[in-house]
């Protein structure tokens, strides 16, 4: 069975930088792809980064391009956010996903396997 646990979130200044990490256990091999995704209240969750084991190919949403950097290390199942320059729009739960796969994409819809979320707030 497939599980995602997050970790890393927490309070920071604007400007500030955190790095989420999201451990998986019961993943084997290298098809499998994870995505970042964030929700506040009353909004829909939205994808921010996501990456492929099988072929790397980080994708990010606008709003976060040029601040936030995914990245994999496979042997430990481990995928890191890297989230630099934060705003205060950038509080929220965020969440990993995974599924089997090579294609990663920032749909919510593509993905079966889910953390609990880790709440990062910014503050101005």
């Known amino acids: 069975q497939v599980q995602l646990v997050e970790s890393g979130g927490g309070l920071v200044q604007a400007g500030g930088s955190l790095r989420l990490s999201c451990e998986a256990t019961g993943v084997h091999g290298d098809r499998w792809v994870v995505g970042w995704f964030r929700q506040v209240p009353g909004k829909e969750r939205e994808g921010v980064a996501c990456?492929?084991?099988?072929?790397?190919?980080?994708e990010y949403a606008n709003s976060v391009k040029g601040r936030f950097l995914v990245s994999m290390d496979n042997p430990r199942k481990t995928v890191f956010l890297q989230m630099n320059d934060l705003k205060p729009e950038d509080t929220a739960v965020y969440y990993c996903?995974?599924?089997?796969?090579?294609?990663?994409?920032?749909?919510?819809?593509?993905?079966?396997?889910w953390g609990q979320g880790t709440q990062v707030t910014v503050s101005s």
């Open positions: 990456i492929s084991a099988d072929f790397g190919r980080p």
């Open positions: 996903a995974t599924r089997i796969g090579s294609i990663a994409t920032l749909s919510r819809v593509d993905y079966d396997i």
